[in-house]
Each structure stands twice: as structure tokens, then as C-alpha cells.
């Protein structure tokens, strides 16, 4: 079977810098400062970012794809070359069928033209008959929910309404490849529920679906397929599971890298936190555990002055307010008489319930009265939580590892 989709070695180049629009002086000036490079046999040096560099890549009939990555990965110049919005500099695109795009708030609608004008005019452009149109009118003005707005220019409307109307028009008028952008992201949460039920009804009826969004949840709940692209180029590309898996973990890195080892910049007249350190339960330092190992952190601290019963605290966070794990000698006692000079705080943590993503370490030291910090409460540390989510659902990799960091063990039952 013949692929919808298919990207061959594709490159897109934009220009870099100029006019906004080509001019014969600009060009004429170009080609005069690169004469001398032609002159001394050398190449013409190539200007303007690469958005795309060699990207290949195929979606087969009635699929649902997703691209993802961060932003300027070159997802949008994707589906831009696929809509045919724009031409790849090198490679080869091939698109088999009439495609319906949703590339940003607005598109594909005219904001001087009413909602009635838009809708038939899109279904001229597609090659609809005006029969054709009619009979589907009705239907994409009930999903937009626009009928006290249909006689108004689409330039009065709201970003959230001319995205109801664009993605209704573009999803209704029979595409056989339908193309959606992070432009979801503006419309309202029943809007956004709509939007994904009517994706997914899409791709049961046989129609192929490209979704570009940085909701990871909405991607893997509607998508089979996936690429990962990274500064243009191709990371991964598969199963969506495998695929968000990949991103994910790139994520991870790129934040743990972020962070220092040890960030604790506060001063105390009191101690100094000569170093933090992770370690497992065999003793050795590291910093990446996977769920449900014991962790163990170390706290060498260097006390400036005799200090009498201090308190230490741990906590443990996701970046997010709060703590998910504190441990305290407030709450469990156990403080030392007296600490003076170099000491090594432990604390081991048993069979941590964490799912994979990085986590920052905090720390603080209260006085012997348990009020007063002689060490501020201020991150110290980082480590990281690994491995692949186990999980049936349909969003099980993208939901546990964007949201709910704690796993405990449960089972559900349905009574009638």
C-alpha cells in the first residue's frame, strides 16, 4: 500500500536575513559578495538556519502520527512542507491525497470573509462542489458552535473562535490527510476534548492523522506512530510509546544538566556544606535510581562553631511547590548532643516509590530549640529516577511521567 506521507532525506533552509520579500537589488548585492568566493573556485557559503536536515520518514494510510520535540525542532516547518505551505531546499515530499491543516490560530480562514463565506470558500479550495459543502454545513457550524456569529468577520472573532472555526471547517470538509499544530492549545478545555474525539473518529473512519502538541498525553492517548525531532533532525522514530520515551528521558537529561550537583549558596555563621552526595544500598555514589530502590543521602557538613541537638530535615521535590518526601529529625528525633568540626549526616531512604524524572534535594538544620534555622532550608542536589513506565493506557507513559510523581500500589473494581 502506497504511504499518505512520505519524506525523503527532506531539508528545509530558510533564508537568513534581507528583505523580508525578494528584491533584484538584494539579489544583484548577494551575488556581487559571493563573486569572489566563486572566483577562487570555493563553494557559496549557505546562510539562514536549517530547519530541517535530512529528515525521512513515512505514514501510512489511516495512521495517526505524531511529531514532537521542543521548540525550533522543526515540527511546524514539517507540517508546513507536508501542507504544502512551503517547499523543502532538498529531499523529496510526497503527499497523496487532499489535506486539511490546522497549522496556527487562524489558518485557513480569512479574517475580512464571515464564518458562512469562510466555509464555503475552504471547501472551493479543497475541490469540493458546492453541494458537497452545503451538505456539511450544518454539521461543522454545530461543532464550532458559532451559529450567533456566522454573518460576522472572522477579524471580530476571538484566537478561541477562529480556532473552533478552523479546526471545524478543516475536520469536516472530507480530508484524507488532516494536519493539527499546537494551535489546540488556545481553545478551551471542553473545546480541546471535542477537538481530540473528533481526531480519533478521524482515524477510525480510515483518514490519516499528522499531530503536532507538546500535551504528551493527547499523543500517546490518539497516536500509534511518532518522531521525535531534535535541531532538525530525526531522534527517534517508531512506536509512539518508545518514541515518548526517548523525549522524555532527552528531557530529563537536559534538566538534570541544568541543575549543579550541589547548589546550596545561602552563608551560615554556623556550617558549611562542604558536599551531598546519592548513593545505593551497596554504598556506592550515584545518581540514578530506579523505583522502588533504597536511596541513600549523605551530608557533609563542616560546623563553623560547636553547635548543640541540631535538627537536620531532608526534602525531596519535583521542581514544583512542596515537598513529595520529608524526612526530619524534627519529626523523628534523634538529633545529635553536639556536632563540632567535620561530620557526615545519613539518611537512607527504603524502597523510594518515585517514577522516573528528576528530582532536587533540599536541606536545612534548625536550632536545638527546633525553631531558627542554623542551616537555611535551599537546595543542595539533584539525582534522577530511570526506567520505562509500566502501564496499560492508553496514556500511561506521557500521564505518570508529566504528572502524579508517587507510585503506589492499588487495584480498581467496578460494582454495578
Same mark, same amino acid.
Given at each position: 500500500m502506497t504511504p499518505s506521507v512520505t519524506l525523503e532525506k527532506v531539508s528545509k533552509r530558510y533564508r537568513g536575513g534581507g528583505p523580508r520579500y525578494a528584491s533584484l537589488r538584494h539579489d544583484l548585492s548577494t551575488a556581487l559578495r559571493r563573486l569572489p568566493q566563486r572566483l577562487r573556485g570555493r563553494p557559496a557559503t549557505k546562510r539562514g538556519p536549517l530547519a530541517l536536515d535530512e529528515v525521512s520518514f513515512d505514514v501510512q494510510h489511516g495512521e495517526s502520527f505524531a511529531i514532537i520535540g521542543p521548540n525550533g525542532a522543526g515540527k511546524t516547518t514539517a507540517l508546513k512542507i507536508i501542507s504544502r505551505i512551503t517547499y523543502p531546499t532538498a529531499g523529496r515530499a510526497l503527499v497523496h491525497g487532499r489535506v486539511g491543516a490546522l497549522i496556527e490560530v487562524g489558518s485557513g480562514v480569512h479574517p475580512e470573509l464571515t464564518a458562512r463565506e469562510n466555509i464555503s470558500l475552504y471547501g472551493q479550495i479543497l475541490g469540493m462542489s458546492r453541494d458537497g459543502v452545503r451538505r456539511r454545513f450544518d454539521e461543522i457550524v454545530e461543532f464550532a458552535e458559532l451559529e450567533h456569529a456566522l454573518d460576522t468577520p472572522v477579524k471580530m472573532y476571538s484566537s478561541g473562535m477562529q480556532l473552533r472555526l478552523g479546526f471545524a471547517i478543516a475536520s469536516h470538509l472530507d480530508p484524507d490527510i488532516f494536519v493539527v499544530d499546537e494551535a489546540l492549545a488556545v481553545g478551551d478545555a471542553g473545546f480541546q476534548a471535542k477537538c481530540?474525539?473528533?481526531?480519533?473518529? $478521524?482515524? =477510525?473512519?480510515?483518514?490519516?492523522?499528522?499531530?503536532?502538541?507538546?500535551? $504528551?498525553?493527547?499523543?500517546?492517548?490518539?497516536?500509534?506512530?511518532?518522531?521525535?525531532? *531534535?535541531?532538525?533532525?530525526?531522534?527517534?522514530? #517508531?512506536?509512539?510509546?518508545?518514541? *515518548?520515551?526517548? %523525549?522524555?528521558?532527552?528531557?530529563?537529561?537536559?534538566?538534570?544538566?541544568?541543575? !549543579?550537583?550541589?547548589?546550596?549558596?545561602? !552563608?551560615?555563621?554556623?556550617?558549611?556544606?562542604?558536599?551531598?552526595?546519592?548513593?545505593?544500598?551497596?554504598?556506592?555514589?550515584?545518581?540514578?535510581?530506579?523505583? #522502588?530502590?533504597?536511596?541513600?543521602?549523605?551530608?557533609?557538613?563542616?560546623?563553623?562553631?560547636?553547635?548543640?541537638?541540631?535538627?537536620? =530535615?531532608?526534602?525531596?521535590?519535583?521542581?514544583? !511547590?512542596?515537598?513529595?518526601? $520529608?524526612?526530619?529529625?524534627?519529626?523523628? #528525633?534523634?538529633?545529635?548532643?553536639?556536632?563540632? #568540626?567535620?561530620?557526615?549526616?545519613?539518611?537512607? $531512604?527504603?524502597?523510594?516509590? *518515585?517514577?522516573?524524572?528528576?528530582?532536587?534535594? %533540599?536541606?536545612?538544620?534548625?536550632?536545638?530549640?527546633?525553631f531558627g534555622d542554623v542551616f537555611d532550608w535551599q537546595p543542595v542536589g539533584n539525582f534522577r529516577m530511570e526506567g520505562s513506565v509500566q502501564g496499560a493506557g492508553p496514556a500511561a507513559q506521557a500521564h505518570l511521567s508529566t504528572d502524579g510523581p508517587v507510585h503506589v500500589q492499588h487495584e480498581w473494581e467496578v460494582r454495578p
Amino acid at each position: 500500500m502506497t504511504p499518505s506521507v512520505t519524506l525523503e532525506k527532506v531539508s528545509k533552509r530558510y533564508r537568513g536575513g534581507g528583505p523580508r520579500y525578494a528584491s533584484l537589488r538584494h539579489d544583484l548585492s548577494t551575488a556581487l559578495r559571493r563573486l569572489p568566493q566563486r572566483l577562487r573556485g570555493r563553494p557559496a557559503t549557505k546562510r539562514g538556519p536549517l530547519a530541517l536536515d535530512e529528515v525521512s520518514f513515512d505514514v501510512q494510510h489511516g495512521e495517526s502520527f505524531a511529531i514532537i520535540g521542543p521548540n525550533g525542532a522543526g515540527k511546524t516547518t514539517a507540517l508546513k512542507i507536508i501542507s504544502r505551505i512551503t517547499y523543502p531546499t532538498a529531499g523529496r515530499a510526497l503527499v497523496h491525497g487532499r489535506v486539511g491543516a490546522l497549522i496556527e490560530v487562524g489558518s485557513g480562514v480569512h479574517p475580512e470573509l464571515t464564518a458562512r463565506e469562510n466555509i464555503s470558500l475552504y471547501g472551493q479550495i479543497l475541490g469540493m462542489s458546492r453541494d458537497g459543502v452545503r451538505r456539511r454545513f450544518d454539521e461543522i457550524v454545530e461543532f464550532a458552535e458559532l451559529e450567533h456569529a456566522l454573518d460576522t468577520p472572522v477579524k471580530m472573532y476571538s484566537s478561541g473562535m477562529q480556532l473552533r472555526l478552523g479546526f471545524a471547517i478543516a475536520s469536516h470538509l472530507d480530508p484524507d490527510i488532516f494536519v493539527v499544530d499546537e494551535a489546540l492549545a488556545v481553545g478551551d478545555a471542553g473545546f480541546q476534548a471535542k477537538c481530540v474525539e473528533r481526531m480519533t473518529g $478521524l482515524v =477510525s473512519e480510515g483518514r490519516t492523522l499528522l499531530f503536532v502538541s507538546h500535551n $504528551l498525553s493527547a499523543v500517546e492517548a490518539i497516536c500509534q506512530q511518532g518522531l521525535f525531532l *531534535l535541531n532538525g533532525r530525526v531522534q527517534a522514530l #517508531g512506536d509512539v510509546k518508545d518514541v *515518548l520515551a526517548q %523525549y522524555l528521558d532527552w528531557v530529563d537529561t537536559k534538566r538534570q544538566s541544568r541543575l !549543579p550537583e550541589s547548589t546550596a549558596t545561602r !552563608p551560615s555563621r554556623y556550617l558549611q556544606l562542604e558536599e551531598a552526595t546519592c548513593h545505593g544500598a551497596d554504598g556506592e555514589e550515584r545518581y540514578a535510581f530506579k523505583t #522502588g530502590e533504597d536511596i541513600e543521602v549523605r551530608l557533609n557538613f563542616k560546623a563553623k562553631v560547636p553547635v548543640n541537638r541540631p535538627h537536620f =530535615s531532608i526534602g525531596i521535590t519535583d521542581g514544583r !511547590p512542596g515537598n513529595l518526601i $520529608l524526612c526530619s529529625m524534627l519529626v523523628d #528525633g534523634g538529633a545529635p548532643e553536639r556536632i563540632d #568540626g567535620a561530620v557526615t549526616i545519613s539518611c537512607r $531512604l527504603h524502597s523510594v516509590p *518515585l517514577l522516573p524524572r528528576v528530582y532536587q534535594l %533540599y536541606c536545612s538544620v534548625r536550632s536545638e530549640q527546633a525553631f531558627g534555622d542554623v542551616f537555611d532550608w535551599q537546595p543542595v542536589g539533584n539525582f534522577r529516577m530511570e526506567g520505562s513506565v509500566q502501564g496499560a493506557g492508553p496514556a500511561a507513559q506521557a500521564h505518570l511521567s508529566t504528572d502524579g510523581p508517587v507510585h503506589v500500589q492499588h487495584e480498581w473494581e467496578v460494582r454495578p
